[in-house]
């Protein structure tokens, strides 16, 4: 059987070369960065590849679609109830452990070591002796503990860190000292870390609220690489402005880009990155599609399907 498949994204052309050089049997390729050049045609394509949020806005048009393969890990474009279902929905998976890893522990390791503070006493050519803090005993919290939130735990494994981690239920992470299931309060007592790395779903919304944050001790650093749906911002904004928290890593937000007026962006104690954490790259995410291309056409079940109900 032959497939025709629909690239759609703003890396359209790395795409396109990297699936071409795979040789994939029985496949045609279209690619696009600009999804207001596709019409009627668009219902020959049976597949398709691409983000989310351009995909979403043809999805009507392609009448014709089997399987959709994201290129993000996130999917909530797709999971719009206005839109089709009528099609199979992998996501991108396994392959943000390590930049995850270098973004979180990047910035945990600055705020151990004092670096902004140390980099402001050169700039003011100022002798600051301030002994630096260690990882090393340290407890982190992690909010999901799926691929990415194992890779983070093996890393904090590292530097000698105890790891707490909360989820629904699966407790899969040998590196997880200890589990929590329902009560966040429970889990974020004593952490000196909590890393958010949660999905955003109906269950996860506001996930971060007053009682979780209350429940910080004031040394706690906030790193929220996932989604801004999970955090209560006003919650968050006022213990960080009181000195309830030590400080904050945010990359994402419930608007983006955060508005120029939001109080985040003038809290001393907050770091924004603007949704940079861990971008998807052509290179990474093209080998998903390769392997579960094979596994359709050998008859096997597609890697990383979504179940829209649950949203992930």
Not at 37 to 45: T, V
Not at 71 to 98: I, K, M, Q
Not at 206 to 222: E, G, N, S, T, Y
Request: hydrophobic fraction near 45%; aromatic fraction near 8%; glycine fraction near 8%.
């Amino acid at each position: 059987m032959n497939h025709s498949l629909l690239i759609l994204s703003r890396h359209a052309a790395d795409y396109e070369r990297l699936l071409s050089g795979a040789a994939l049997p029985a496949l045609s390729i279209t690619a696009t960065a600009d999804p207001t050049h596709l019409s009627a045609d668009a219902a020959r394509f049976d597949l398709v590849f691409g983000e989310p949020a351009l995909i979403a806005t043809v999805l009507p048009w392609l009448t014709g679609v089997k399987w959709v393969q994201s290129t993000w890990a996130g999917v909530e474009p797709l999971l719009n109830p206005a839109l089709r279902r009528d099609y199979v929905l992998t996501n991108a998976r396994g392959v943000f452990g390590a930049l995850m890893s270098e973004y979180v522990f990047g910035y945990m390791l600055a705020h151990e070591r004092l670096m902004f503070a140390k980099r402001d006493a050169q700039l003011a050519g100022r002798w600051d002796p301030s002994p630096p803090g260690s990882l090393r005993g340290k407890q982190l919290g992690l909010l999901g503990v799926g691929t990415i939130g194992s890779a983070l735990a093996r890393t904090a494994k590292h530097f000698q860190m105890r790891v707490k981690g909360f989820t629904r239920s699966s407790e899969t992470s040998s590196e997880v000292d200890q589990y929590f299931h329902g009560d966040t309060v429970l889990f974020a007592r004593d952490l000196d870390y909590l890393v958010c790395i949660m999905p955003n779903t109906g269950a996860t919304r506001h996930l971060v609220d007053q009682a979780l944050i209350d429940a910080l001790p004031p040394r706690a650093v906030f790193i929220n690489p996932g989604r801004g749906s999970t955090v209560d911002e006003t919650a968050l904004a006022s213990a960080l402005a009181g000195g309830r928290l030590a400080a904050a890593v945010l990359d994402v937000f419930h608007t983006e880009p955060l508005p120029a007026d939001h109080p985040f962006w003038r809290l001393p104690n907050v770091i924004i990155t603007s949704h940079t954490a861990a971008l998807s790259a052509p290179p990474d995410i093209a080998p998903l599609f390769v392997d579960n291309y094979r596994r359709l056409i050998a008859d096997q079940p597609l890697r990383y399907r979504v179940d829209f109900d649950a949203g992930y």
